[in-house]
Structures are given as structure tokens and as C-alpha cells.
């Protein structure tokens, strides 16, 4: 008998990666509730989301909305990376390469995090973290945003810089 994923292996590939990012949204909830709430960078008015979890090039990677931080993350692949907590790993995104950094979150494993709010507090409610995180992983995922965040010399392995690449996302959003 053949599996659903070997009829369907890209459904089954997505339903993969967002049931991760639930999975990865489910660990963040608990921290809400057992340590953060009480916490100054704690904005009440978002809640925790994962956002467009997707794989892409064997790798799952989406967006974790919080009340206090906003990030680009993918899961580590189990045993291929040398990578420990606290260093840097650098992927390559059609907007050009991002430097994430490598952390350890039980009950998930090993995650590659990249910062792009902390804390929250210029989001007024969820629906717009959710469009700019909408937005954010839009943007990383289209090449045309490659020139944007490096420039038309700049060399094709240089790391987005995060301000930069913001003011194309904001730029392009409200144009």
C-alpha cells in the first residue's frame, strides 16, 4: 500500500513543516504563561504564533510571533550539523544569506534563530505582527529583495543586515 506522503509528498512535506512550527509555538505558550507574563518586554496585546512554517530546501523555516520577540527560525537538521548552542550558522535565502543563531529549546531540539523584534511593543495587536511577519518572510523568500538588502556591487555571501533588509519590507509594504 503506498502512503499518503509518497501520493502526496508535498502536502504531506508542508503538513510536516507547520505541525513543527505548531509544535515550536506550543513550547513558546508555556513560557508565556510559566515565566515571561510578569516580565516589563512582555506586550499583552499579542499572543504566541507560528507563522508560514514551510520547508524549503530541506530545511523548515518560518516566523515565531511572541509578546516579546519576533523571529526568523528553522529547525535544526537532527545529526548534520556541527553547530552548538550559542554559535552562528549562516543559510542562504533567495534575499541573500542570513546569520542565525544556534539554540537549544526543550522540548524541540536544536533551532537556528534570527532576531528581528525584541521586544514588541511597536505592534498595537496581532494582526499587525502577523502582516509584518507576513510580510518579513515574503520578502526573505523572493530574490528581487537580494539586490534591495545588498546593494548591486555587493558580493553575493555577504549576510542581510537586518536594519536594511526592514526598510525594504517597510518600504515595499506601504508602497
Known amino acids: ?56 530546501e530541506g530545511r523548515v523555516v518560518g516566523m515565531m510571533v511572541t509578546p516579546w520577540f519576533m523571529n526568523v527560525v528553522t529547525r535544526m537538521r537532527d545529526g548534520t550539523s556541527q553547530s552548538s548552542p550559542g554559535t552562528n550558522l549562516r ?39 502577523r502582516a509584518s511577519a507576513e510580510a518579513v518572510l515574503a520578502a526573505l523568500m523572493s530574490p528581487a529583495n537580494r539586490a534591495a538588502s545588498h546593494g548591486p556591487d555587493a558580493p553575493n555571501i555577504s549576510p542581510i543586515d537586518r536594519r536594511t533588509f526592514l526598510r525594504g519590507v517597510q518600504t515595499e509594504r506601504r508602497a
Do not use: C, K
Request: aromatic fraction near 10%.
Open 1 to 56: 500500500m503506498i502512503s499518503d506522503r509518497e501520493q502526496h509528498p508535498r502536502r504531506s512535506v508542508h503538513a510536516d513543516a507547520s505541525a513543527w512550527g505548531e509544535m515550536l509555538a506550543a513550547v513558546y505558550r508555556d513560557i508565556a504563561d510559566r515565566s515571561m507574563r510578569d516580565l516589563p518586554i512582555f506586550n499583552e496585546a499579542l499572543s504566541v504564533e507560528a507563522i508560514g512554517f514551510r520547508e524549503r
Open 91 to 129: 543559510l542562504r535565502f533567495p534575499a541573500g544569506d542570513i546569520e542565525f543563531t544556534v539554540s537549544e529549546l526543550a522540548p524541540v531540539g536544536s533551532i537556528a534563530r534570527y532576531s528581528l523584534f525584541s521586544p514588541m511593543f511597536e505592534f498595537e495587536d496581532m494582526a499587525s505582527a
